[in-house]
Structures are given as C-alpha cells and as structure tokens.
C-alpha cells in the first residue's frame, strides 16, 4: 500500500488508534497492527477488558540491578515469543526514564538513575524483542520522572540537564532501532510532550535520528492537530473528535497535506516493518523455560545490601523462622499498565528454602501480613516471636508492593509502614540473626532497623519467579550478584527532591544535573547505601589499571580477580570526572560497566574504550558537546564509592576548538 492509494479521510483516519489496541485497517485495506503492554510481561486484555495470564517477568528496575544487558536482551526475546503467540504486533516497552525520586510511583518500571545504565539495558531489551520480528515502543519521551498531576504539570528542565541527565538513556536506546517511541503525558518547558516540535521533530528525529514512529501515550494527545504538526504520527488510544479535528484544521490550512502524508507514510513504513518482520516470529522457548529466566533474573536482580558475621548462607543442619505475608508468594510487579497476572502457582518461601536444601528446616508463621486495601496488620505474632527464638537464625519478608508503587500516584515515604518495622524489631530482638528480605519499586529508608538486624536483601520487584530466586540466594545455591541501580538515601530529606512535587503548574527540576549520585557525591553526604553498591559471597580484587591514548579514544584495561573459594559475579564500573572545569561538573558519571563470570581464584582482563563523549558536558554556549582540555580523572571500582583503581589522564585538543582562557599570571 502506498500513500497515493489512499483518500485524505483514510489518511486522517489512520492518523489516530482504532480502539485501545490497534492501528486503523481501515475496513480490511491494511492489516491491523496491535500492541500491548509490557515492560515485564505481556499484559493482553480480552474485548471485555480482562488480562490474559502471561509469564510475570521481574520489573526493569530488577533488571537495572541485574547490570547484565545479556540478561536484558534475553528477557525481551522471551516477551517478544509471548507477542507472537498473542498475535501482538508492538510491545509497549521499554520505559527508560530517569529515577529523579524514590517517590516516583513508576520508579519500578524504569532502569536507574543513571543514564549510562538505563540506556544500555534498554538498548538490548529493544533488541531481544525485535530479534522475534516484535516492535518496541521506547518510552516515555521525556521528563516524565513523577507520576502526581502527571496530565497537566509542566516538567520544567533547562536543556543541559535535559542533554546530559534526561536524553542520554534514550539516545543510547536508539542505537536498537526501536520501531517506535512513545512520548510523555507531561508537558516540557510549558508545552505538552505530545506538540513538542523541538523535542519530537527537531531533537528525537533531527539529531538523534530517529526514523521511526512516535506513538502518543494512551490520552496523551490534547489536540490531535497540534500534535501532528509536531510530528506525532500516531495518537493513541481511539478518539471520537481528532478525525473532526484534523479536518477541520485541514480545511483551514493549519495542517498541510506534506504533514498528514510524513506521518502517514510513517504508519505504513510500520505495517510493512511489521509484516517484513513476520518471518522472525519463531517460538523457540517453552513456558516453562520462561519460568526459568524469570527465576534466573530475578535472583540476579536481588541486591544484597548487608550481610554480617556471614549469617548468609544458611548452612546444613540450621533451623530458620521465616515471617511475613509476602514469604506467602512476595510481589509480582508494581501496579498500573505493566501489571501482568500469571497461572504460575507460586510456594512459600520457606518450602522452597527446604527444597533447595533439603538440610535446612524453615518454618513459616505469618506473623504480619498486609492485606490488598494496604492495610497492616499482626497476625498471632507471639507466635512467631517465639519461633522465631527457638531457630537458629529468622528470616522477615516485607517490603511495598503494587498499592504503595503504582502508575498514576506517587509514594508519600520512604519509609516501610510502622506495623512491618515493628515486626523486623520483634524478631531481630528475638533473633540476633534476622535476615530482612525486602520488597519495592525504588529506595527504602531503613534506620529505624537495620542497625538491628544482620543481613539484608533488596530483591525489586521480581515476578513470578521471585521466591524461587530469594530461596536460591538465602541457601547459597546462587551467589548474589546484583547491585544497586539507584543511591538509597538516609531518609526522603536528604534527597535532592525532598518531598516537592510542583505546584499544579510546573515542577521545577532544580537540582539540575545532581541527579542521584551525581547530587550526593557533589553535596559529599552520607547515604544509606551508594548506586552500584551489592555484596557477593565471593570477594573480588581490582588491579592494573592501563589507560592508552590513540586519536581521541581512550582505551582502559584492568584486572578484576575473585579473591574466595566461591564462583561468582562482579560488576565492574568505569567513572569519569573533571579535575576543573569552567562550568560545574558532578564529580563522577558512569560512562562504561558490565559483568563478569569468575571462578574461585579466577583473575580475568577487562577492556573498555571511552571517547572524548565520555568526558564531555553540554555546552549552552555552543549548543553541542563540548570537551575541555584539562585534567580528568577515571576510576574503576565495585561501587560509585569503592573505586580502587584512578588515573589521571590529559586531554589536549587543539587549541583552535577551545574557549580562550586569559593567563592567570
Ligand atoms: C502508560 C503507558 C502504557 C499505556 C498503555 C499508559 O497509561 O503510561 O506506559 O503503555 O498506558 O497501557
């Protein structure tokens, strides 16, 4: 089908959804084109709007913890064979938003507060899913870091943070050819993402190259003619008005005929990707196979936060308590357009505990539960304070769950409900080796207990495969390898964001280009745990650090060494930072990461190659990427604050391309 076979009518009716799920076929003269959430799970609706049961991956922020883009892209092929036998053209993911906030309630369903990360993991989700012949919408282009008043607040950004801080993640996911993006519900700088022309036209399309086509978010769109003329090809879901809209502004000359035709022709160049693409479709995985993966990134995607006296693993012969309603089946997803239900019956975690070691005993008694309206509550908690006593170590499962981190509200804490903190108290004051295994979506403030207990384990959100994954990593049959996407700050005050949220109006993104990390680093404080902070059963040694030179590139080589008697996983970081700079710099940034396999005693080389970009800011004075000569520092570590190995390194471009600086004599 080409433009010329169409009516103007058939092109302004295939300018906007047909229902909630599919592209216009315009009575049978195209085939149409269906999408369907994503991110962690296909999340089909039937006509009356009931949710078929799918495979209920962990959430991409346990992805983002996993640091493992095999992992990634692997997770997408999975959905992705799950679209075809659902017949589904286009998977709504992935969602590569910054976390500006652990308040915002979607945090789960985004990477990291890092750009380098988020847009490396979403490069290969993007990736995965299309490697099976299923499309990507890559969202949610852009500034959409809270979900409050999410339709009508402006996100208030000056544009070298939007370049540096808000851009990047979707740059980098670019590079994966997604077949489309999805813009914003907000509004940036005073103007709906959906009629953004600079951000959807000039930026994503002109300079970032994007061929592809931009769908809206669903009722996302304002004014269907508003939004075209910026370049969005494709509102979704169904609207009675937009085909009168679109007319009428026709008619009186607002939207030109080159207009309608740039985006439809986008469209169809989707129907013809899609349809070309349809040879790729091939199942390869059984469910139970899915499974699998799910348990396997989601152990992966477990962070082990703290672990003393090496209460963890359990070993043979130890009796263990374990507590708390979500040791019952833990907490599929956060709540919202990602929610995915599954058939998987999922155990309590203490029998799978068992199962893994058969010479373990655990006992479960609930002890504390949380019921579906978010109430907290006791249950007979006597109870499980005196098994609690009696076990050699205990085992307290609690966390936020889809009611507190949901699409469309954010949390109003940090902090766990006072009932679960009183519970972790009770049982650490009966058991000096309590170990808390905690659920949620982004950070958790923990000091009103973890100076009481002995270990600690963060596990996201994880799917259906999560108590399978935590009995695993409890028992030592995996070794924890995941770490930190995001800082977990003290307390909520001593974020940068506090507990702000804009006005109704806008939501001033003051705190610029201190972003997580990057604002802790730059303020020198004290945080509760660094991003990229996790702990293993193995120990890991970094050494011999190399930076060469050759025309621009930087190429690094190290070594990182498993120092234990344990097989494990490191994930090794690379930072850059400006020694001086004539403008304001974070003192750290990830530029390079990744994971590596190490046998006991095992010493592997890493080589990683950094550009003059990897040292660069955006420069409003020139509107581009600008390097300064000068001094830099590269560190390469375990942690945004355990970095063992530094370099200096000069840059000395010439002269010509530098701002004049006068002689400081
Ligand atoms: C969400 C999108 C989602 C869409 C369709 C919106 O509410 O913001 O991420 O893809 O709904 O369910």
């Not at 309630?105 to 507060?113: K, L, V």
């Not at 540096?164 to 914003?184: G, K």
């Not at 979704?236 to 007319?247: E, G, W, Y």
Request: hydrophobic share 35%; net charge negative.
């Amino acid at each position: 089908m080409e433009l010329k076979d169409l009516t103007l009518d058939e092109k302004l009716t295939l300018l906007t959804g047909k229902d909630c799920w599919h592209i216009d076929g315009l009575n049978g003269k195209l085939p149409e084109i269906s999408m369907s959430d994503g991110p962690h799970g296909m999340r089909t609706m039937t006509k009356d709007w009931q949710t078929l049961p799918a495979t209920a991956f962990p959430t991409l922020s346990a992805v983002g913890s996993t640091w493992n883009e095999e992992l990634a892209r692997e997770m997408g092929e999975l959905i992705a064979e799950e679209a075809i036998e659902r017949n589904v053209d286009i998977l709504l993911a992935p969602g590569v938003n910054i976390k500006r906030t652990p308040l915002c309630g979607r945090n789960f369903e985004y990477f990291s507060e890092d750009p380098c990360l988020a847009g490396e993991l979403g490069k290969a989700y993007i990736e995965g899913v299309q490697a099976k012949g299923i499309g990507t919408s890559l969202k949610h282009f852009a500034a959409n870091n809270r979900e409050y008043d999410r339709l009508y607040q402006s996100s208030e950004v000056d544009e070298r943070t939007l370049r540096e801080i808000y851009f990047p993640a979707f740059e980098r996911a670019l590079q994966a050819d997604p077949w489309t993006v999805m813009c914003s519900y907000n509004l940036v700088n005073g103007v709906y993402a959906s009629e953004h022309k600079k951000l959807l036209n000039d930026i994503l399309r002109g300079q970032f190259g994007f061929k592809g086509l931009i769908v809206s978010d669903w009722e996302a769109v304002v004014n269907r003619a508003k939004a075209l003329k910026a370049s969005l090809d494709l509102q979704m879901p169904d609207n009675a008005q937009s085909f009168t809209v679109l007319k009428e502004a026709y008619a009186r000359g607002y939207i030109t005929d080159e207009e309608i035709d740039a985006s439809v022709s986008r469209i169809l160049d989707l129907i013809n990707k899609t349809q070309a693409n349809k040879r790729k479709r091939v199942v390869t995985h059984t469910k139970e196979e899915r499974h699998a993966a799910a348990v396997k990134i989601a152990a992966e995607g477990a962070v082990l936060l703290k672990n003393e006296n090496g209460v963890l693993p359990f070993k043979s012969g130890e009796r263990v308590y374990v507590g708390g309603k979500y040791a019952e089946q833990g907490v599929l997803g956060g709540g919202g357009s990602s929610y995915v239900t599954c058939e998987y019956k999922r155990k309590n975690l203490s029998d799978l505990i068992m199962e893994e070691n058969p010479a373990v005993t655990a006992e479960y008694h609930q002890g504390y539960f949380c019921d579906e309206g978010a109430r907290h509550g006791f249950y007979n908690v006597r109870k499980s304070i005196a098994l609690a006593e009696q076990a050699d170590k205990a085992v307290v499962v609690v966390g936020f769950d889809e009611h507190t981190d949901c699409e469309g509200t954010d949390r109003t804490t940090l902090k766990l409900s006072p009932i679960a903190v009183d519970f972790i108290l009770k049982i650490a004051r009966a058991n000096p080796r309590t170990v808390v295994v905690v659920y949620g979506g982004s950070a958790v403030d923990m000091s009103d207990w973890i100076g009481e207990v002995s270990a600690v384990l963060y596990v996201n959100f994880n799917g259906e495969g999560g108590n399978e994954a935590i009995a695993k990593l409890l028992t030592g049959s995996e070794n924890p390898s995941g770490k930190l996407q995001e800082t977990f700050p003290l307390c909520l005050e001593d974020t940068p964001t506090q507990s702000e949220r804009g006005d109704g109006y806008s939501d001033r993104y003051f705190e610029r280009i201190f972003v997580g990390y990057r604002y802790y680093d730059n303020e020198g404080a004290e945080v509760l745990f660094p991003f990229g902070h996790g702990l293993s059963y193995s120990s890991f040694e970094y050494g011999n650090l190399n930076v060469q030179e050759k025309n621009g590139q930087y190429a690094l080589s190290f070594t990182v060494k498993n120092t234990s008697a344990v097989d494990g996983k490191e994930i090794w970081q690379v930072y850059t930072g400006a020694k001086r700079s004539l403008v304001e710099r974070p003192p750290r940034e990830l530029k390079a990461f990744g994971k590596v396999f190490l046998k006991a005693g095992e010493q592997k080389t890493i080589a990683v190659t950094l550009t003059l970009r990897d040292f660069a800011y955006w420069s409003t004075a020139i509107d581009g990427w600008r390097t300064e000569n000068g001094k830099y520092t590269v560190s390469v570590g375990g942690s945004s604050r355990d970095l063992p190995l530094r370099k200096e390194i000069s840059i000395c471009l010439p002269q010509d391309e530098q701002p004049s600086q006068r002689d400081q004599a």
